[in-house]
């Protein structure tokens, strides 16, 4: 960004200044929102973020330790003499403000992107197709939102000489904020479709609200021949805006597209006027292929020669929009952005390396390529990745490519270099990777994907790939629903409902949740192992577990007058005093719990005769709360919780947490969310009242073979499967063994491959099921999916009558978890 003076910065976001007792002045250029992702520097600004389910104000003083001199806040109560403040209404609109201030003083091409899908993909195929001729700035991942745009532009500065930004909208009103802070000379309306579609009346209402965006541009590429082209024509005209539309078949656009697939790439032609353009991209799905459109029109639009780019589109590759974090060798967490490699991405990417590391974990090694395209003196370039990685923690650099090598001397960490790639692989030695952190971030050709499969764990190609973007979604979602004041403790228990309990703990941890549970000590010792310090409640503690429970700082719950006599024994061997514990009562589950008033009166007047436990909750489970015909059952479950709590709080001068709600209750009963709520199946995407959930969970593999079978032969054990015509079998290295049922077998059962869904044929096998695949081109290596965006989990469950927890749990851990993240 601009670099401003603190009294310009005042000026810009209409603010008071409350200067520090030893007040210099300086200049920032730099403005950040996450504290958590900041680890020291100077001449940095702090704005104090403020929402339903967090305030950035709480993170003022570690910031000021960090180093961090102004701050911009809305909140009066935390100023104090010890740093400089800006006092604000509303520090979202601050963002906002300089966001547009820094854009108004960007004297270069702007080209803003928005529509219902395919903004990331045609900014990053602009990017890799313009980068050779310009140096472009453009939005990190999918920085799209009232936050992320604002982050985006405050990126452009004079270095570069195009900018590239998406704005992404999920209810009326935001674009008008979103609009001054993009100003695009050239617009992009990808498409207009049902995506965040629930707070719109219609898709007329959503194209109006897109189309603010365009407002004081000169040219718009758009789709002609769809339902709103007229309303787009119309709006360009209105607006003097120049249209670069494109068609399959109107004559009047400006650029006519005709497309052939082939097996594995599809030829483009264009036409202009009387001028054709011919260029392949490597695929052949429809939306890539619109997406190519898109990119073609915009450098019509930026009034490029078109010929010098037609071979860059056949190079195309797909984007990665998060980042894979996977399981290495030798105690390795690996961490893939190998798809790009900017300043600002590696940014992201190492803010991403800091929080994954742990205890388990020490050394924190990032593998980096040559960067290109930065606009940067080169020197200059590799002096700020050296500051960054130091910044970060870096413990070790492994420099791939020619400019590395050249600038190696800058470096002041532990490293190594190699001229390019395959250099690399010849002196690579497996067992120099040993519990590490190890974050792959390489430019595309340098095809860092091969030194993944070098240093990935190898197991079989079934994996299920957790989402942990949404997880923090749906996470946010219900914090949405729960009053300021009200806790949340989240269920992490039986592998994270298959998901993977050490990396859901660790974005749980860093969301700032209050409480973890877990089922067993065994899965809270692992989290502690793991470098996790949020308070963990044991669900299921057994006299056998009390040692760890003590030694690792777990909370047990205590459901019977027996258990507690048996824990407070053990607390006492250990020399503790009010050791934390939590509270049981059974109000009709009649499962663990205490059940009556006098048991509950005998558990009390038994710890306060003791000093060695402290009540830090009390709580019970409701037994139907996804079910309406349960409610009365429901609120006479609560009735009692509230009766028999108060017995426990009454007989203590202390506060004690009462809690009852899980995640159907949150949604269905907000009244009752007393100091804390339990937050389990919803954090993965099921709602019990049609929550926007995001699907968080996919199980995919790949096809091991596909082979042509005669009428009236048979596929599988017992001869179940039987074709009635010659059919085309694929055969997929997923079975019983790895949670699928078998009673998904026999055409009950479906899998997803190459947009079409196929019939599972024939029993289940151990490892393996087979597909009829007769009316899809499928082949060897081809993606299969059994349950995620297009095969829900909810309806898998149904067909199975059973519930998707059962689903979830079932997936066998020899199944590879694959952990993606923005």
């Known amino acids: 960004m601009k670099a401003l003076t603190v009294t310009e910065i005042c000026t810009v976001v209409n603010g008071e200044l409350y200067k520090s007792s030893s007040f210099q002045k300086f200049t920032v250029s730099d403005i950040i929102t996450d504290s958590r992702t900041f680890f020291g520097g100077s001449n940095v600004a702090f704005i104090a973020l403020s929402g339903p389910v967090f305030n950035g104000h709480n993170y003022i003083a570690q910031l000021r330790k960090k180093g961090v001199q102004l701050f911009i806040v809305s909140d009066k109560n935390f100023i104090d003499n010890k740093a400089n403040y800006i006092l604000v209404k509303d520090t979202g609109f601050a963002l906002q403000h300089l966001a547009a201030y820094n854009r108004k003083h960007f004297l270069q091409p702007v080209i803003g992107i928005t529509g219902s899908n395919g903004k990331t993909i045609v900014k990053e195929w602009l990017y890799d197709l313009l980068s050779s001729t310009k140096k472009i700035v453009r939005s990190p991942k999918s920085y799209n939102s009232q936050i992320g745009v604002p982050l985006s532009a405050l990126l452009l500065d004079a270095q570069y000489d195009l900018a590239i930004l998406e704005a992404g909208i999920s209810q009326p009103g935001e674009m008008q904020k979103l609009a001054p802070i993009v100003k695009p000379e050239i617009g992009i309306l990808t498409n207009i479709g049902d995506a965040h579609q629930e707070n719109f009346l219609s898709l007329d209402e959503k194209l109006n609200e897109k189309l603010k965006l365009f407002v004081g541009a000169e040219k718009l590429v758009f789709r002609a021949e769809k339902f709103y082209s007229k309303r787009v024509s119309d709006f360009c005209l209105q607006n003097k805006i120049t249209p670069v539309n494109w068609s399959l078949n109107e004559k009047a656009a400006t650029i006519q597209f005709k497309s052939k697939a082939k097996s594995t790439a599809t030829e483009i032609e264009a036409r202009i006027k009387d001028k054709h353009y011919s260029f392949v991209i490597p695929f052949t799905d429809d939306s890539a292929i619109e997406n190519a459109y898109h990119s073609f029109a915009a450098i019509i639009a930026l009034e490029k020669n078109p010929k010098d780019y037609l071979e860059q589109f056949s190079k195309l590759q797909p984007v990665a929009m998060r980042l894979e974090i996977k399981q290495g060798i030798n105690n390795c967490l690996l961490i893939n952005d190998y798809y790009n490699s900017d300043l600002n991405s590696l940014s992201i990417a190492l803010s991403v390396l800091k929080q994954q590391a742990a205890k388990s974990h020490l050394h924190n090694h990032v593998i980096l390529s040559d960067i290109q395209q930065t606009g940067i003196e080169t020197a200059e370039l590799y002096s700020k990745v050296n500051q960054l990685l130091q910044e970060w923690g870096i413990n070790k650099l492994t420099g791939i490519g020619e400019a590395l090598c050249e600038h190696q001397h800058i470096f002041q960490m532990e490293s190594e270099f190699y001229t390019n790639r395959s250099e690399f692989e010849k002196n690579f030695i497996r067992s120099n990777y040993a519990s590490s952190a190890i974050l792959l971030k390489g430019a595309r050709q340098f095809e860092f994907e091969k030194i993944s499969s070098l240093l990935q764990q190898k197991a079989h190609q079934t994996v299920l790939e957790i989402n942990l973007n949404a997880l923090n979604q749906n996470l946010n979602t219900f914090r949405e629903l729960l009053q300021p004041a009200t806790k949340i403790m989240v269920m992490v228990k039986a592998f994270s ?195 926007p959930l995001e699907n968080t969970g996919t199980l995919k593999t790949t096809v091991s073979q596909v082979k042509t079978v005669d009428a009236n032969e048979t596929v599988g054990y017992n001869r179940k499967g039987k074709t009635e015509k010659k059919s085309r079998i694929a055969i997929v290295p997923l079975g019983y063994a790895d949670g699928i049922n078998r009673k998904l077998g026999n055409s009950k059962g479906c899998a997803f491959v190459k947009g079409k869904r196929v019939p599972i044929v024939g029993n289940i096998c151990m490892d393996m099921l087979m597909l009829d695949v007769s009316n899809v081109d499928v082949k060897a290596g081809d993606n299969v999916e059994i349950f995620g965006p297009n095969i829900s989990i909810v309806e898998l469950a149904e067909k199975l009558g059973t519930i998707p927890y059962e689903i979830l749990t079932g997936i066998s851990q020899r199944v590879k978890r694959v952990y993606l993240q923005e």
């Open 497 to 691: 409902y298959g998901s993977g309990d050490v990396e859901i703990a660790r974005l749980l941890q860093h969301q700032n949740v209050d409480y973890l549970a877990v089922a067993v000590a065994d899965e809270g010792v692992q989290l502690r192992n793991a470098g996790i310090n949020v308070p963990i409640v044991v669900m299921n503690p057994e006299q056998d577990s009390f040692q760890n429970i003590i030694d690792f700082k777990l909370e047990p719950n205590i459901y019977s007058y027996n258990l507690l006599k048996q824990f407070l024994q053990a607390v006492a061997d250990a020399g503790q005093t009010n050791y934390p514990i939590h509270v049981k009562i059974d109000t009709g589950m009649n499962r663990l719990g205490l059940k009556t008033r006098s048991e509950v009166e005998q558990l009390a007047e038994f710890i306060i005769s003791n000093k060695q436990l402290k009540i830090r909750s009390v709580f019970s489970h409701l037994a139907g709360s996804d079910e309406a015909v349960l409610d009365d059952f429901t609120f006479e479950q609560i009735d009692r919780f509230n009766s028999l709590a108060g017995v426990i709080q009454n007989a203590f001068g202390y506060k004690i947490d009462k809690h009852i709600l899980n995640s159907a209750g949150i949604e269905r009963f907000p009244n009752y969310q007393f100091d804390m709520v339990r937050l389990g199946i919803g954090l993965y995407g099921i709602s019990q009242t049609g929550l």
